[in-house]
T-cell receptor, first 112, second 112 residues
Framework: DAGVTQSPTHLIKTRGQQVTLRCSPK?????VSWYQQALGQGPQFIFQ???????QRGNFPDRFSGHQFPNYSSELNVNALLLGDSALYLC???????????FGSGTRLTVV | GQQLNQSPQSMFIQEGEDVSMNCTSS?????WLWYKQDPGEGPVLLIA?????ELTSNGRLTAQFGITRKDSFLNISASIPSDVGIYFC????????????FGQGTTLQVKP
């Protein structure tokens, strides 16, 4: 049973560019959340998607946007990248009525 | 916003020793979760707590959901080298059921 799959694992982008990160949830999970984890910090909630809609959003600017597809997979898009966007981006999936969050291994984004 | 204060920030112990770490909040939480994160990986769920006063064990790990719903602790008994990693507490606040709030993490090092 595959867990949460994220791609790519590592990415280097230049300041001002745009990036798309991808996530496939664990089998049986339909809710996807995205988190940003800066070095030495705990993960910070970006937003959550359910039924292809953004259900809840954390304190992140509009440069951060997302999408969920009918097969429950999800994308995180970040526009106009800043150096401060360098972090580990984690995707977590969960079933509709449960708190059983399963995290992927993350995408390490470096902005230069 | 809601925050979790996790302590200690780091611990360096001898193999075989017991470990205790805790998490506090100024506001009520509905769930408490404890995760372990290894380098280059996403957080892995260790224990989930859903009711005030609940005490739950998972092998050598024991965690409790505080009666006031504002704190939780995690104990590790008879530590072994593979316990090394970063431990995070996380929870759902009373009004944000989808968003997981994380503590800053406790880095555990075990000397064989």
């Amino acid at each position: 049973d595959a867990g949460v799959t994220q791609s790519p694992t590592h990415l280097i982008k230049t300041r001002g560019q745009q990036v798309t990160l991808r996530c496939s949830p664990k089998s049986g999970h339909d809710t996807v959340s995205w988190y940003q984890q800066a070095l030495g910090q705990g993960p910070q909630f970006i937003f959550q998607y359910y039924e292809e809609e953004e259900r809840q959003r954390g304190n992140f600017p509009d440069r951060f946007s997302g999408h969920q597809f009918p097969n429950y997979s999800s994308e995180l898009n970040v526009n106009a990248l800043l150096l401060g966007d360098s972090a580990l981006y984690l995707c977590a999936s969960s079933p509709t009525r449960g708190y059983g969050y399963t995290f992927g291994s993350g995408t390490r984004l470096t902005v230069v | 916003g809601q925050q979790l204060n996790q302590s200690p920030q780091s611990m360096f112990i001898q193999e075989g020793e017991d470990v205790s770490m805790n998490c506090t909040s100024s506001s009520i939480f509905n769930t408490w979760l404890w995760y372990k994160q290894d380098p280059g990986e996403g957080p892995v769920l260790l224990i989930a707590l859903y009711k005030a006063g609940e005490l739950t064990s998972n092998g050598r790990l024991t965690a409790q959901f505080g009666i006031t719903r504002k704190d939780s602790f995690l104990n590790i008994s008879a530590s072994i080298p593979s316990d090394v990693g970063i431990y995070f507490c996380a929870g759902h606040g009373s009004s944000n059921t989808g968003k997981l709030i994380f503590g800053q993490g406790t880095t555990l090092q075990v000397k064989p």
